[in-house]
């Protein structure tokens, strides 16, 4: 089975810039498995906020299109998100997520605080 274990988030001012980090375990062929982002905010459903899949197809919520950016390294088994011009409302525990065979991965989640 796969693990994943998620880095990087953390406080950070309106219109700044964070990087999260996916790591996974388990699998050996995560370049083509899909790769994706969430995100909670309290009281809310998780939502999907980016994919990646093949390090080709890129698809993206309308609430981050040009500010973030998701992208893989295949040799450390890692995915990242790069947030850019980050908002208040991008305020949330941000998951990464691995599709296998069928079944969903999760990591533990990370918090990312947008706020002056």
């Known amino acids: 089975q796969v693990q994943l274990v998620e880095s990087g988030g953390g406080l950070v001012q309106p219109g700044g810039s964070l990087t999260l980090s996916c790591t996974a375990s388990g699998t050996t062929i995560f370049n083509i498995l899909p790769l994706c982002w969430y995100r909670q905010k309290p009281g809310k459903q998780r939502e999907l906020v980016t994919t990646i899949t093949g390090d080709a197809i890129h698809t993206y919520a309308e609430f981050v299109k040009d500010r973030f950016t998701i992208s893989s390294n295949n040799h450390k088994n890692t995915m990242y998100l790069r947030m850019n011009r980050l908002e208040a409302e991008d305020t949330a525990v941000y998951y990464c997520?691995?599709?296998?065979?069928?079944?969903?991965?999760w990591g533990q989640g990370t918090q990312v605080t947008v706020s002056s």
């Open positions: 997520n691995v599709k296998l065979v069928g079944v969903d991965y």
